[in-house]
Structures are given as structure tokens and as C-alpha cells.
């Protein structure tokens, strides 16, 4: 009994740490002006430190909220949580949201215990102080949110992209994770940890104990051209043996249908596809020119309709891959896609040759092809756009 109180008290420091380091990274990022821990607060004449909770975050707008961390959700534990949480947010008045926060890899037993007493609370079937119940990923996207609000839908959707980079990044680097993962300690709760495993499950490492060490950057170089590769992190894996090998992906984060895939000159599309019929580099280069599909005529439509289905897997390789096109194959071109949808906070890890299977089915894109073609504002006459769904 005593061993397992002792394993359940570190495994519930560890949870603190792992909260601890995500609230250091959201300080980081600019989400959060700042934060306390721990904040004791209370009233003046009686004992002014009688409340307690792990942290205080602070957000530009002056809005304050209060968070607990937890590795278990058992009432008692919970009512000594809403008792400080109804006192603190009483005396402190910028106060808005008290949250208690559970690791992200828990059992299923704990996390059913979260959900059904955040249902309670969402439910009006008990009087809370806690507004939220919720894991350490759920978290972070609240304050996320927050931080983003108010912003323009384009700036919004740019630094979501961002932010999902440097996230995977900083999983992919994390020693905690790492530890877990290799069960250098059992009782460790990593951060952001089932993603972690997700990636390594989806990459094929199975067996930790072949790995001597991870190293993730999103620190790669521009392509020949100047622009973007399509590897947006490079995980280096060193195994126990001295090999080193690459494994690089492409992240698409959105909660949109259609999001811009692809952009380049129409002669780089000849180039990248290989084509050489004359009528279809003049037809593509007219399209470029006219910006189209209206523009460019029912006839010419119907053509490339025919023609350019012929191109649709090795255009798909290049426009999720970068396969074929310019740049190092082993750095810059990505072999693996990671998708993210905003509205499900559905996180999947795609080989990309089965990612290409499945975008081959799409039957909704322009002139056969899984795309719609655009043109960028201020591009026409100049580049091709694609936009792609993320699935």
C-alpha cells in the first residue's frame, strides 16, 4: 500500500513538472504575459495564504486564470480544489477561469473520471467553481485560442501553422517523452506524450531500446529557388549501432475544406511533371495567364480535363512531398504527413505514399485532377496555386 502511494505521489509530481513546462512554453510563445506559481491568496483579517492553486496565468488583455494540476480525479481530492478555486476567484476579480489539467497519457479509468465530472459541471448537475476539466493538449488549444482571438482569419491560420511546427518540434525533442517512451521511468507523464508515440508508432520504431537518441529541428534550408521545402520537421533518429537515419514531415494543421497545397510558375509545373506535349504547355500557360477555368474556355477545360488526370499521382507526390522537384530528397522532400483538424482535434500521422492513395479519390478538384487551381493575390499571369484538402 505504501509503494503504491509513494508511485502514485511521484507520478503526480511529474504530472506538476509537465504542466509546469507547458506553461514555461506558453510564456514562451507569447500566449501568456506572464504567471505565479504557486498563488496563495486569502482574506486580510482571517489568513492571507488560506487558498491555494499550482499556477496563475496572466493574458495581455488583463484576464487572469487560475490551474491545477492532477493525475487523478477523485472527488475529494477535487472538492478541496473547488473550495480554493470559489475563495480565490471571490478575492481576485481579473479572475475568470479556474481549470484543473490532467496529462494527456493517463489511464482510461482516470480520464473517464474527468470527463464524466466535466460533464457535470457543463451539465448544471453541481454547483462549481472549476469551469474546466481538461487534458494538457485541450489546454493548450484553449490558450491558444484565447491568444489568437480578435486576430484576422489569415493571420490566425498562419501562426496556427507555425505554432503546430515549432509543437511537434519541441515533442519530438522532449527528454521527458523520451523517457517514457523507452520506460526509463514508468511513472513519468511526458507532455503531449500520446502524439509522441503516435509519430514514432507511425514512423516504424516499435522497439526503444535500439534508439540511443532523437533530434528534431525545424531548422532546414531553403530549396535551390529560394522557396519553402515540404519538410517542415526533420527528426534525426541515432540508433544503438552508430546508423543515423532521417525521417522527415509535412505538417498541415486547418480547419478548412480547401487550404492552399501548392504554388509555383507554370514552368516548373512543365518541369516537375515532364511535360512535353506542346498543346498542354500552351494550354497550362494560358491558363496561368487568364487565372481560370471560366476564363480559360469550355473547350480548353475539357482538354486539360483529359490530359491532365495522366499527371495526377506524380503531381500529388510533388504538391504534398515536394517528390520530384527541387531541393536534397533526404532533408527537404517529406515522407510523412501530419494533419491536425482544429474542429475534432484529430491528430493523424500518413506514410506519404498511402496519404497520396487516399488524396487520389478526391473527385471534387479542377480538370481532374484532387486540386483546385487559383492563382495567389497579386499572382495572376505570374503563378499556379493549388489548393488541396487535408484528410
Given at each position: 500500500m505504501s509503494d503504491n502511494n509513494t508511485s502514485k505521489t511521484i507520478h503526480g509530481n511529474f504530472g506538476k513538472m509537465s504542466l509546469n513546462e507547458l506553461i514555461e512554453l506558453l510564456k514562451k510563445k507569447g500566449y501568456i504575459t506572464e504567471y505565479q506559481t504557486p498563488i496563495r491568496t486569502g482574506y486580510r483579517d482571517i489568513n492571507p495564504e488560506q487558498f491555494y492553486f499550482r499556477f496563475l496565468i496572466k493574458f495581455d488583455d488583463g484576464e487572469s486564470w487560475i490551474v491545477h494540476s492532477t493525475t487523478s480525479i477523485r472527488t475529494d481530492r477535487i472538492n478541496i480544489q473547488q473550495w480554493n478555486a470559489y475563495h480565490i476567484k471571490k478575492i481576485k476579480d481579473t479572475i475568470t477561469k479556474s481549470i484543473i489539467v490532467y496529462p494527456d497519457d493517463i489511464s482510461d479509468s482516470e480520464r473517464n473520471n474527468a470527463v464524466s465530472y466535466y460533464n457535470k459541471i457543463l451539465n448544471n448537475q453541481i454547483y462549481s467553481a472549476i469551469n474546466d476539466v481538461v487534458s494538457q493538449s485541450e489546454f493548450y488549444t484553449m490558450v491558444e485560442e484565447k491568444h489568437l482571438r480578435g486576430k484576422i482569419a489569415g493571420q490566425q491560420k498562419a501562426l496556427q501553422g507555425l505554432n503546430f511546427e515549432e509543437q511537434i518540434e519541441m515533442i519530438l525533442n522532449n527528454q521527458k517523452n523520451f523517457a517514457k517512451w523507452a520506460?526509463?521511468?514508468?511513472?513519468?507523464?511526458?507532455?503531449?506524450?500520446?502524439?509522441f508515440?503516435?509519430?514514432?508508432?507511425?514512423?516504424?520504431?516499435?522497439?526503444?531500446?535500439?534508439?540511443?537518441e532523437l533530434n528534431a529541428t525545424r531548422d532546414i534550408n531553403l530549396l535551390p529557388s529560394g522557396g519553402k521545402p515540404k519538410t517542415d520537421v526533420l527528426l534525426?533518429?541515432?540508433f544503438n549501432d552508430g546508423t543515423v537515419v532521417n525521417y522527415t514531415f509535412s505538417l498541415k494543421r486547418t480547419s478548412s475544406d480547401w487550404v492552399s497545397v501548392h504554388e509555383y510558375p507554370v514552368s516548373k509545373f512543365i518541369d516537375v511533371l515532364e511535360i512535353t506535349d506542346k498543346k498542354l504547355?500552351?494550354?497550362?500557360?494560358?491558363?496561368q495567364e487568364v487565372g481560370g477555368m471560366k476564363a480559360?474556355?469550355?473547350?480548353?477545360?475539357?482538354?486539360l480535363e483529359k490530359e491532365l488526370p495522366k499527371y495526377n499521382r506524380r503531381l500529388s507526390l510533388w504538391v504534398y512531398g515536394g517528390v520530384g522537384g527541387d531541393g536534397n530528397p533526404e532533408t527537404q522532400w517529406a515522407d510523412y504527413i501530419i494533419t491536425y483538424q482544429n474542429e475534432?482535434?484529430?491528430f493523424k500521422i500518413h506514410k506519404l505514399e498511402e496519404y497520396?492513395?487516399?488524396?487520389?479519390?478526391?473527385?471534387?478538384?479542377?480538370?481532374?485532377?484532387?486540386?483546385?487551381?487559383?492563382?495567389?493575390?497579386g499572382g495572376k499571369g505570374k503563378r499556379i496555386q493549388l489548393k488541396g484538402k487535408i484528410i
Open positions: 520506460n526509463i521511468d514508468e511513472l513519468e507523464t511526458g507532455l503531449f506524450y500520446p502524439y508515440k503516435q509519430i514514432m508508432d507511425g514512423i516504424g520504431i516499435i522497439n526503444p531500446n535500439i534508439v540511443k534525426k533518429v541515432m504547355i500552351q494550354t497550362l500557360e494560358l491558363f480559360l474556355g469550355k473547350e480548353l477545360t475539357q482538354y475534432t482535434s484529430e497520396i492513395e487516399d488524396i487520389l479519390t478526391i473527385n471534387d478538384g479542377h480538370f481532374g485532377t484532387p486540386f483546385r487551381w487559383t492563382y495567389p493575390s
